[in-house]
């Protein structure tokens, strides 16, 4: 990168000592990481029979048994589930974002320590203080029948809504900073300006604002979407099987019934989901970095 | 003013579950009934006293330790050899250390339960320590290439020059200096393994249940509030850890 570099190739160090320091990090993830990524990539093209893993012959069944409709239909759900969290983390999180760029530095900083509590917090215990709040005798449902508005108590998680609920607070924070990133870095004269040609708030905002920061919100918007679709533990504790998503599934087909081929198929799958899902949100996210920043204004 | 109230109601909303988890956690009934004033420490007593989860305490401390303290060797060796060094594929070789970010945790898990059990390492701890250190690189590496960068290597090079063999240099000047970020490297991957479910989960056998583990398995089956209290000492714990990265600046580049 710099000029120095060359200066130590210059100075006569082996060809092979960089190899040194990258060689055994590079070892270790090869062993344990690839590896047992493309072991089980292997394993999702061999048959499963009473005997275990059919290593001898080769097919396509396992990803063909995926369409079938009680695999399909949980997939639906997932990504339905997915995608309402998603949708209602844009919602909550643009209003948030909007209020928090306006405070001292000091408050921004309190703030987006506030919301980055959930995820420093272990997801097991973030669910289990869910589970008191919406639990058939939990907070919820005591105060609601105390105060005489429903008679019996609602079900509020062990179904979908308790996994939307978990899964928006777990999140949140995915969506709140890069779109808190993209509005510190509008520029103000933009919105004065906007306002100086008779624009008002409403309009400032749907004309100037929301478009300039769209794609870091699709970047995040993107994100949230992928770590919703493979969430394990929130879905798990907060919807179980009542209400089972792709990776419950994969759990039980994994470790109750011990498909190991259709688990891996299901396996890859999710990681080709997931990538091609994070490939396009850095996608949006470069190409909203190459429209935002206004020509020649960068130093 | 109206943003203001919504921004409240949020923020609430993000603390309300571990506040109540605390909250419970004090209180000597069985169940959480509000409004309660009572103060107790019995479920302390409890959790201190159900061995399981005492175990499993010291398993994740340990877990946690040992990859995190490998992780972070590794990883001070890669980032020093891609910052001092040029040779083909090195960004390749960066985005490789990264990758284990982009395999979501179930994907990891699957892969390593049937890797594991082909070799014959299931329910032992290296397996754990393996899978561990594959997910805590990249949250090591990160701080330290981003400290080795910023420091000069003229530092390097004086030292070199006055007759330090490149081993002693690394170990008595480079070491030294990026100090700050194998600490922040290091915490960042003692809190990213410690928290570590999904994988866990997915590959380990009976004899190895991390604490996050445990209480998942306990909450499947009751809910009483000593999951309450060791769950109140866990949010207490990451707050601690919290503030030391916030200290030393680790916090940072996540937050920007």
Known sequence: MSGTDATIQGQGAARWLPAVFVLPLGIVLALGFLWPLFDGTVNSFHPFTRAGIDRSTWTLENYAKLADSFYAGILWRTIRVSLIVTLLTAALAYPVALYIVGLSPRGQAFYLLIYMTPWLVNVVVKAFGWSLLLSANGVINQSLKALGIIETSMRLMLNETGIVIGLTHGHFIFVLLPLWAALSGLDPNLRWAAANLGARGWDIFRRVTLPLTLPALMAGLIINFTMNMTAFATPALLGGARARVVSFLAYEVNLVELNWPLGSAMAVAMLAISLLLIWLSLRTASFGSRRVRPEGASP | ?256
Not at chain 2, 20 to 40: G, K, Y
Not at chain 2, 69 to 75: E, G, N, S
């Open chain 2, 1 to 256: 003013m109206i943003l203001r109230v919504f921004n409240w109601v949020m923020a609430a909303v993000m603390l309300a579950p571990l506040v109540l988890i605390v909250w419970m956690s004090f209180t000597p009934a069985a169940f959480f009934r509000l409004p309660t004033t009572e103060f107790s420490l019995r479920w302390y007593r409890e959790a201190f006293n159900y061995p399981g989860f005492l175990n499993s305490f010291l398993l994740s401390l340990r877990l946690a330790g040992v990859s995190a303290a490998i992780a972070t060797f590794l990883a001070f060796l890669a980032a020093y050899g891609l910052v001092r060094f040029r040779f083909p594929g090195k960004g390749a070789l960066e985005a490789f250390f990264m990758s284990p970010l982009l395999v979501p945790g179930v994907v990891y898990g699957i892969a390593m339960l049937q890797f594991v059990n082909s070799l014959g390492l299931y329910n032992t701890f290296w397996a754990l320590v393996l899978a561990h250190i594959a997910i805590v690189v990249p949250y090591a590496l990160r701080p330290i290439h981003a400290q080795l960068r910023a420091v000069p290597e003229d530092l390097e090079w004086a030292a070199r020059t006055l007759g330090a063999t490149r081993t002693r240099t690394l170990l008595r000047v480079t070491f030294p200096i990026c100090a700050r970020g194998v600490l922040s490297g290091f915490l960042l991957a003692f809190l990213i393994s410690f928290a570590e479910v999904t994988v866990v989960i997915f590959m380990t056998g009976p004899a190895y249940q991390t604490l996050p583990i445990r209480i998942y398995n306990y909450l499947t089956d009751q809910i009483d509030p000593t999951v309450a209290a060791i769950s109140a000492m866990l949010i207490g714990l990451s707050l601690v850890l919290i503030l030391i990265l916030d200290r030393i600046g680790g916090l940072r580049p996540a937050a920007k």
